[in-house]
């Protein structure tokens, strides 16, 4: 035999090696294996000692895959395979019946499925926990008052508590579209074997039951070649990430020395290894730069679907890694999150200083106008004359003389000139603004919300 042949060979086979990687479902396919071996038995189909010694020999598998001493084998292909064929040499025989009346194509899909139930009822709690560290943080800071933005310019000023709740919101709808998305992971796919069902009276219900699955997949075609529930986690943790990433880009900005707002707790920053006065805000770069893969994983599902003629094809098999990286990332991205809002100091006065740049009050001004009979888009007019006025001379708005003010505007009065930052978000009490008032209310019903969804 020629060296080349061998080597060819080992490429060739390695090519579809899964094992290295969905190993990661074990727990899942045993759960799965044992609820299957047990339904065959009450179903007559096995006999009940065969399928005692198959529960036995899984427990064994599952005690040598946690202590490490799981023989894993390449030559075996995937996870599935390689269990299967340690219960054989563990029990014997009756490891050989395991498989009736059932494909691989079915059992992957409960395995998969298993694993996207408990991936999206972590990724709940873990928004959760970061909604609490919000609510927790703008509580702490109720009185703080900063400038909020629209096009990275300072626009109107806001409570800082305001701009935090925003991101409550956020990951609010996020926790929202994993249990949303759970609903239609948690459909039991076993008894649709290779693709048309399986010539046994099994009892799919009765699994189902025992494995925690609210409902039967309702047609077996579509059971194992289905992998949209893998597509909603990822489009959940996408959203969620972006998300994540948008509070990391405040968080960097923030926390520069140009805005001054918040400084990171020292866990949560590095130095420079040449620049030693660095703070670099590495853990919020870092979640931001890594929502890029999360998108890349959705979109790398997707594709793989795209052209899939039914029913099962092993392209599927590619639907895993990307899922197992998206879980880990968007896992310890949360967890990041939670971690520097909590040891996060916020720099109040900076926030103030900031808000209290008058220009911040124009609209006020302009609603001034309004409150004494000017049209709104006159008084716009006037005041973004003054502002043109006051910039050119580099003073304050509210610095500019009043017979200046009044030639433009006659209604302009020296009570025009005692707004303040904390005025200017009182008065946008509307539900939803940003008055103090409302944000308070808003705080307290977003705590009780909270608790009612069990964060
Ligand atoms: N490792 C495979 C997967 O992840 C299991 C199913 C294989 N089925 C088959 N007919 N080759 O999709």
Redo the contacts with the bound molecule.
């Keep these: 035999m020629t060296g080349y042949a061998t080597h060819h060979f080992e490429a060739a086979s390695r090519y579809t090696v ?1 094992v290295g990687y ?1 190993r990661r479902l074990y727990a899942y396919d045993l759960a799965g294996s044992a609820v299957h071996a047990r339904m065959l038995a009450r179903q007559g189909i096995i006999p009940q000692a065969d399928a005692d010694a198959i529960a036995r020999g899984l427990e064994d598998v599952r005690r040598e895959i946690e202590d490490g001493s799981f023989p894993w084998r390449e030559e075996h ?5 390689n269990i299967e064929a340690r219960l054989r040499e563990l029990i014997g025989e009756p490891a050989a019946r395991l498989h009736t009346a059932r ?3 079915d ?3 409960t395995a ?1 499925r298993l694993y996207v139930r408990d991936a999206a009822d972590r990724a709940v709690r873990s928004l959760r926990a970061l909604q609490g560290a919000l609510l927790a943080l703008a509580e702490r800071e109720q009185g703080a008052i900063m400038p909020g933005y629209t096009h990275l310019q300072r626009a109107q000023p806001v409570p800082f508590a305001h701009h935090l709740l925003a991101y409550f919101e956020m990951f609010d709808r996020d926790a929202a579209r994993f249990a949303d998305a759970r609903k239609r992971v948690n459909v039991l796919p076993l008894g649709s074997g ?1 693709l048309a069902g399986v010539p046994y009276p099994i009892d799919r219900e009765w699994a189902a039951r025992e494995l925690g699955f609210d409902a039967l997949t309702a047609n077996s075609m579509d059971a194992v070649s289905d992998r949209d529930y893998a597509v909603e986690y990822l489009a959940a943790a996408a959203a969620a990430m972006m998300h994540c990433s948008r509070l990391a880009e405040e968080i960097v900005l923030w926390s520069s020395q140009e805005f001054g707002f918040i400084q990171l707790g020292r866990q949560w920053v590095t130095g420079s290894s040449i620049m030693p006065q660095k703070r670099n805000p590495d853990f919020a770069e870092i979640a931001r730069g890594k929502t890029g893969r999360v998108y890349g994983s959705l979109i790398g599902l997707l594709t793989t679907l795209k052209g899939l003629p039914l029913a ?1 094809n ?1 392209d ?2 590619e ?2 890694e990307g899922l197992f990286d998206a879980v880990d990332t968007l896992e310890a991205t949360l967890e990041a999150m939670r971690g520097m809002l909590g040891g996060c100091a916020v720099n109040a006065e900076r926030m103030r200083e900031a808000a209290e740049d008058s220009a911040l009050l124009a609209t006020d001004l302009a609603d001034y106008l309004v409150g004494k009979g000017a049209p709104f888009r006159e008084a716009h007019a006037a005041v973004s004359a003054l502002c043109e006025i006051a910039a050119e001379r580099g003073v304050p708005l509210m610095a500019l003389p009043l017979e200046e003010m009044r030639a433009l505007r006659p209604e302009f009065d020296e009570d025009a000139r005692r707004i303040t930052a904390e005025a200017s978000a009182a008065a946008r009490d509307v539900p939803g603004g940003a008055a103090p008032v409302r944000v308070r209310e808003a705080l307290a019903q977003a705590k009780a919300r909270l608790e009612a969804a069990g964060g």
Aim: zero cysteines; a negative charge; charged letters at 35%.
């Design positions: 899964s969905d292909e995937d996870l599935h395979m494909s691989r194509n059992q992957v899909a998969t290779a099962y092993r599927l098999q639907d895993k």
